[in-house]
């Protein structure tokens, strides 16, 4: 079984600080998607990321595809109570099956 | 609205009591699938579809049923449920799944069931 392994599990930190957090895996994959999923909610999708190398910003939210394609980082600039939520890779490994990664749960506090 | 579409929210059942979560979508998507998500696991993947008529297994499929009798249909059977099978469930869907970039995955708001 291919698994996307998540890092940290939970991160809580101060409103205005800086955060990054993983999603690691052993086996190369073609590209790869975050989401961000709110209490109560389904995931909702932030990016896709289909380059080795590729770096997208959204707002305050970096992304980034290692060269090797195993790996992947989520930079947050100046964490807002906004951002708190789970953050969940995911990526198809090249086949039919989506696996998605065990999650970070990020909580700002004001 | 866009949208994907589960019913019910929330069930309360017992062991042994067949039951079905309805998932509709109305954006003529061909690839749906369900996950179920626990504490610590994430979610995990138990049947998918790659278009009418076409499913196949996740990693979680022991207990499950699906069908694909219409594109925007996609109901979760459970024939026997037990209470391992207590979870939040969500349906999901996307116009296709090509291997090389992934396409969006609309989901559904979730169903929470609870087997006693």
């Known amino acids: 079984t291919q698994l996307l392994e998540q890092s940290p599990q939970f991160l809580s930190i101060q409103e205005g600080e800086n955060l990054t957090v993983y999603c690691n895996s052993s086996s190369v994959f073609s590209s790869l998607q975050w989401y961000r999923q709110e209490p109560g909610e389904g995931p909702v999708l932030l990016v896709t990321?289909?380059?080795?190398?590729e770096v997208k910003k959204l707002k305050r939210l970096t992304f980034q595809f290692g060269d090797a394609r195993k790996d992947s980082s989520l930079h947050i600039t100046a964490a807002q109570p906004g951002d708190t939520g789970l953050y969940l890779c995911a990526t198809n490994f090249g086949n039919e099956k989506l696996t998605f990664g065990t999650g970070t749960r990020l909580t700002i506090i004001p | 609205e866009a949208q994907v579409t589960q019913n019910p929210r929330y069930l309360i059942t017992v062991t042994g009591k067949k039951l079905t979560v309805t998932c509709s979508q109305n954006?003529?998507?061909?690839?749906m699938s369900w996950y179920r998500q626990d504490p610590g696991l994430g979610l995990r993947q138990i049947y998918y579809?790659?278009?009418?008529?076409?499913?196949d297994k996740g990693d979680v499929p022991e207990g499950y049923k699906v069908s694909r009798k219409e594109k925007r249909n996609f109901p979760l059977i459970l024939e026997s449920p037990s209470p391992n099978q207590t979870s939040l469930y969500f349906c999901a869907s996307s116009f296709s799944l090509p291997f090389y970039k992934l396409n969006e995955q609309f989901f559904g708001p979730g169903t929470r069931l609870t087997v006693l």
């Open positions: 954006m003529n998507h061909e690839y």
């Open positions: 579809s790659m278009n009418v008529e076409v499913t």
């Open positions: 990321v289909v380059t080795g190398g």
